[in-house]
C-alpha cells in the first residue's frame, strides 16, 4: 500500500529558532500533499494544501510566512516552522493524494506525524 | 465538501460488532464517503470509501444507504486494538482537501 513518511517524528526547540519537518511519498507521485496540525483532544485541523510546483493555498488564520511549505518535487514536501514559539507545539501531520491506482477519488494516505515542542 | 456528523464516543464489547454510523445529508453526487481512524499519538490511517455501493475490505464494511445521506463503518470483531477515534470524511476530486470533524471515540471493552 501507499507509505507516506514524516520526519521527524518528534522534535524539541528553543523558542526563536525554526524547525523543518519532511513529508515523504516513498511509493507513488503526490501530486497534492495536505498540511495538518493538531492539539491534545482535538481534531485534525488542516493548515495549507500543497501542489507540486506552485505556491501552497493556506486556510483561513494561517500564518503563510510563519509556516512556509515547500512541494519541490512530487514525492516531497516540506514544512517549516520559523521563529517558533511555545504556542506553536503541536502535532503536526501530512497526507499525500495521488493517483496510486489510477483513481481519482485515491483515499489520502497520512504520515505518523510530528510532535513539536518548543521551550 | 459536505459536512460529517457523528456521534461523540461509541462503547464495544471485545469480539461483537462495532456499528459507528455518519450522517453526510449535504452530500452532492459525485462526492465518495471516506473513512479514518486515528490511533493516539499516531497519524489517521485509512480503512475504506465508497460512492454509493457498499464496500468491503480486510479491515471494515461500509454501508451506505440509498439516498446517500448517511453511511455506516462496520468493524465486524472488533479487538481492543481497534480503539480509536473515527472519521467520517465526504470529498470529491482527488485533489480536493479533506476536512475533519470531531469523530467518534470507539472505545473496545474486554
Known amino acids: 500500500g501507499a507509505v507516506v513518511s514524516q520526519h521527524p517524528s518528534r522534535v524539541i526547540c528553543k523558542s526563536g529558532t525554526s524547525v523543518k519537518i519532511e513529508c515523504r511519498s516513498l511509493?507513488?507521485?503526490?501530486?497534492?500533499m495536505f498540511w495538518y496540525r493538531q492539539f491534545p483532544k482535538q481534531s485534525l485541523m488542516l493548515m495549507a494544501t500543497s501542489n507540486e510546483g506552485s505556491k501552497a493555498t493556506y486556510e483561513q488564520g494561517v500564518e503563510k510566512d510563519k509556516f512556509l511549505i515547500n512541494h519541490a518535487s512530487l514525492t516531497l514536501s516540506t514544512l517549516t516552522v520559523t521563529s517558533a514559539h511555545p504556542e506553536d507545539s503541536s502535532f503536526y501531520i501530512c497526507?499525500?493524494?495521488?493517483?496510486?491506482?489510477?483513481?481519482?477519488?485515491?483515499?489520502?494516505?497520512f504520515g505518523n506525524g510530528t510532535r513539536l515542542t518548543v521551550t | 465538501d459536505a459536512k460529517t456528523t457523528q456521534p461523540p464516543s461509541m462503547d464495544c464489547a471485545e469480539g461483537r460488532a462495532a456499528n459507528l454510523p455518519c450522517n453526510h445529508s449535504?452530500?452532492?453526487?459525485?462526492?465518495?464517503v471516506y473513512w479514518y481512524r486515528q490511533i493516539h499519538s499516531q497519524g489517521p490511517q485509512y480503512i475504506i470509501h465508497?460512492?454509493?455501493n457498499n464496500e468491503t475490505n480486510e479491515m471494515a464494511s461500509l454501508i451506505i444507504t440509498e439516498d446517500r445521506k448517511s453511511s455506516t463503518l462496520i468493524l465486524p470483531h472488533a479487538t481492543l486494538r481497534d480503539t480509536a477515534v473515527y472519521y467520517c470524511i465526504v470529498k470529491g476530486t482527488n485533489a480536493g482537501k479533506s476536512t475533519f470533524g470531531d469523530g467518534t471515540t470507539l472505545t473496545v471493552k474486554p
Open positions: 511509493d507513488f507521485q503526490a501530486t497534492t
Open positions: 497526507s499525500a493524494a495521488g493517483t496510486v491506482e489510477g483513481e481519482y477519488n485515491s483515499p489520502l494516505h
Open positions: 465508497g460512492l454509493k
Open positions: 449535504t452530500i452532492s453526487g459525485n462526492e465518495y
